[in-house]
């Protein structure tokens, strides 16, 4: 289905190489044979990575047959983030991970673009939907980051640390002790092993900077495409679904924030009906 491959891509004079699962992906310029219409851009979340998105288990088969059977699918690990490297100097704020996800776009051919986004992940592809000329269909927020009530303990205890301390020692006391709760948050630090220490901090600064904001759900509020809110049904945040009127909200059963690993059976189903529908 999916396959590991790498991208390199320019940003502000930094050289990036993502990794990624991709799939069908069609180099732009290219003409030969028809051109997928449909690029579904998977975005992860705070200290995660593509593995998150759980393609490989219960899902595999969702997005083999349907509408979007002949879609490209990208699921790429953000800087610093699981395969992808650590740039020196990296601002790693939302805006900027965006610009690089943009970069990688342009790589693609597409006619619609399909976003689909958990936690961290919503604030960066609300960026790149608002800041960028992209061909946007539809946009699925997987808990993600909108307003105040967002910025969880996760993001929000991490940014209130001096970058140089919360590097050399809160970055592993943080692993350590998800590592001694549930089995999500256990699955969560593996992938944080991953993850560059002060990439996820200068990340952190810039998400709970953008969520006290509350421009992310003014952003998501104002999109024109199809969208929905995905979220867990022991996590649900009525702080922050309250305030999405006339936004279709979806409760997954049995799942907490780690929605796509808690239940993929449930998720990637509700996931590719929601695009085909767009």
């Known amino acids: ?9 320019t940003h502000d004079g ?22 997928p219409a449909d690029l579904v851009l998977f975005i992860h979340g705070l200290g995660c990575e593509k593995a998150s998105f759980d393609f490989a288990h219960k899902a595999a088969h969702v997005w083999d047959e349907g509408p979007l059977v002949n879609a490209t699918l990208l699921v790429p690990d953000l800087p610093g983030h699981g395969g992808t490297p650590a740039i020196a100097g990296f601002s790693c704020t939302m805006e900027d991970q965006a610009m690089v996800l943009a970069a990688l776009l342009d790589l693609y051919e ?13 604030a960066v592809g609300l960026l790149l939907a608002e800041n960028h000329d992209l061909p946007l269909a539809s946009f699925i927020n997987v808990e993600g980051n909108l307003y105040h009530e967002d910025g969880g303990l996760l993001s929000r ?3 209130s640390y001096d970058e140089d301390i919360f590097v050399a020692e809160k970055f592993a006391n943080l692993l350590a002790r998800a590592l001694k709760q549930g089995v999500d948050m256990q699955l969560w630090a593996e992938w944080g092993r991953q993850c560059d220490p002060r990439a996820f901090y200068r990340s952190a600064v810039s998400l709970v900077k953008w969520s006290d904001s509350g421009e992310l759900g003014a952003i998501f509020k104002s999109l024109d495409c199809a969208k929905a809110y995905i979220h867990g049904e022991t996590s649900a945040n009525m702080a922050v679904i309250s305030r999405l009127e006339g936004i279709e909200c979806i409760e997954i059963p049995a799942s907490g924030h780690f929605i796509m690993t808690d239940a993929p059976e449930i998720f990637h189903p509700t996931a590719a009906q929601l695009l085909a529908l767009s």
């Open 1 to 9: 289905m999916l396959s590991p491959s790498r991208q390199s891509v």
């Open 14 to 35: 930094n050289d990036f190489d993502l990794a990624l699962l991709e799939r069908h992906g069609i180099p732009r310029g290219e003409t030969s044979g028809e051109k």
């Open 110 to 122: 597409f006619d619609r673009l399909h976003i689909v986004a958990h936690s961290m992940g919503g």
């Open 157 to 159: 205890k991490s940014a």
